[in-house]
């Protein structure tokens, strides 16, 4: 119990480790989130044969090429008490949406959406379908077939996807400025904090938040890199076995 006051009471007095601790909760929220709404989104991509495929993987990576201040403004619109959704909001939770924890998770999910999806629909599409057809004639229901099947084909994607979504998270700055504003303990994260110190021409606390951001994207997608790498075939056996038997194929044929 005292441990937890002490912390609490640190992170009270120290603004960058309580927007630390806001990133973190934020950027492991939204990325649970992508994975579970992404992965049936990605796994539809991968099966649609529909024209209006290219309509929807276009909306979905729409964020990719968008300002994140064009869709942080409408956002902020939508979230606002005028609107539908933020009415809807305040009347189920009794609070405003916008300038909320709620609203950066909300605006994070939808702008970190295609960095979940592209990775799980291309490996969703490699994946074919004769394994699961033949799963399928085994007695595996749909359920069995993703948890037996899919899922330990696509585990290094998965992998990615969220990788790449807690990373991009973390970074956001537009989105969460326009709808969550400044609130400390609430919407100030790492990004905002760091531009903070740059505007208050403290450079020091500055560099050590830009740093720490640099080596913490760097050591993830090393990470990912690593996992993604292509295994090499192991040979086992002597060397001139092997190619005694390339040379036997060679004559045969």
Do not use: C
């Not at 002490?6 to 009270?12: G, V």
């Not at 409408?74 to 809807?88: C, D, K, M």
């Not at 050590?208 to 890199?225: E, H, K, P, Q, T």
Request: glycine letters at 6%.
């Amino acid at each position: 119990m005292a441990t937890s006051i002490l912390k609490r009471r640190f992170t009270m007095q120290n603004p960058d480790i309580q927007a630390l601790v806001t990133t973190l909760q934020m950027a492991a929220l939204t990325t649970i989130i992508l994975l579970i709404i992404g992965t049936p989104l990605a796994w539809y991509l991968a099966k649609m044969t529909s024209r209006f495929k290219v309509v929807l993987e276009a909306i979905v990576a729409l964020p990719l090429v968008l300002p994140p201040t064009v869709l942080g403004f409408y956002l902020l619109i939508a979230f606002s008490p005028e609107y539908l959704p933020g009415q809807l909001w305040q009347q189920a939770t009794g609070q405003q949406l916008a300038f909320s924890f709620s609203a950066i998770v909300i605006g994070s999910v939808l702008y970190s959406l295609p960095f979940v999806v592209q990775p799980l629909q291309k490996a969703f599409e490699q994946l074919g379908d004769n394994l699961l057809e033949a799963a399928a004639m085994l007695g595996a229901g749909t359920v069995d077939r993703f948890i037996f099947v899919v899922f330990p084909l696509t585990r290094a994607s998965f992998i990615t996807a969220a990788s790449l979504g807690f990373a991009h998270t973390v970074g956001e700055f537009g989105v969460i400025l326009m709808i969550g504003g400044n609130i400390p303990g609430e919407t100030r994260v790492l990004s905002i904090a760091l531009f903070d110190h740059v505007e208050a021409f403290d450079y020091a606390k500055a560099h050590i938040l830009a740093i720490s951001l640099l080596i913490g994207s760097m050591v993830l997608l090393s990470a990912v890199y690593l996992i993604n790498l292509p295994k090499r075939p192991s040979h086992k056996g002597d060397p001139r076995e092997l190619l005694n038997s390339k040379k036997m194929t060679g004559s045969t044929q």
